[in-house]
Each structure stands twice: as C-alpha cells, then as structure tokens.
C-alpha cells in the first residue's frame, strides 16, 4: 500500500492550502485515514482522522479551520486547511489503518499501519 501526499506549498497567514492523499488503493479498504503534522526536533502531532462511514476528529489547534474529506471516485482524502497560521508550518503526512480502532484512539501514531511522505506546509507571518 502506498500513500502519497501533496499540495502543500508556502502560504500567507490568513490563507488557505489544500492537501490531498493519494492512495495505492481503493480508500474504502481503509477504516480510518489521518493526518499528522511534525516540525523539525518536535513530536509528531495528530492533525484530523477520518472513519469509513465519515465520521471525523481534529485536534483542537485546527478545530473550525480544518476540514477532512474523501473523495472515493479518486482514491484520495484531502485536508482543506483555512485560516492557516505561522504555528501550523509543519510537514503534513498521511497514514491509514485497515483495522478497527475508535474514533477517540485515531490520535495516537502508533494506530497507523500505512505511512506516506510527507508535504512542507510553510505559513509565513
């Protein structure tokens, strides 16, 4: 399975990006697909997840600004990124999960099986 990111790009404060996750394979085979976000020398950060039958959670950093969707007929989940901050310059990285997990666990890394490469988001102040 292979995941691929992309979209992300330098941005203004105030602005918007459109990330999008291209999958190797049908995204209805996933149960969960996220996104994570990690800086240079810091820890990984969950972004937002999102469950087959669609249900989704943000972290509380990007609640109201971000919204995570798929789109089945392309295989891919985008993240639509509004309002975006200095703070949320990171490189963004999809990962998907085919087992079942709860929607409150979808934070946690380590309930990812497939990982892609990440895209550099780079909000300017």
């Known amino acids: 399975v292979q995941l691929q990111a992309s979209g992300g790009g330098l941005v203004q404060a105030g602005g918007s990006l459109r990330l999008s996750c291209a999958a190797s394979r049908r995204i209805w085979n996933f149960y969960a697909v996220g996104w994570h976000r990690q800086v240079a020398g810091k820890q990984r950060e969950f972004v937002a997840s999102?469950?087959?039958?669609?249900?989704?959670r943000y972290a509380d950093a990007v609640k109201g600004r971000f919204t995570m969707s798929t789109d089945n007929a392309k295989n891919t989940v985008t993240l639509q990124m509004n309002s975006l901050k200095p703070e949320d310059t990171a490189v963004y990285s999809c990962a998907a999960t085919v087992s079942r997990v709860i929607l409150s666990a979808m934070k946690f890394a380590r309930m990812y099986t497939y990982w892609g490469q990440g895209t550099q988001v780079t909000v300017s102040s």
């Open positions: 999102i469950l087959r039958a669609g249900t989704t």
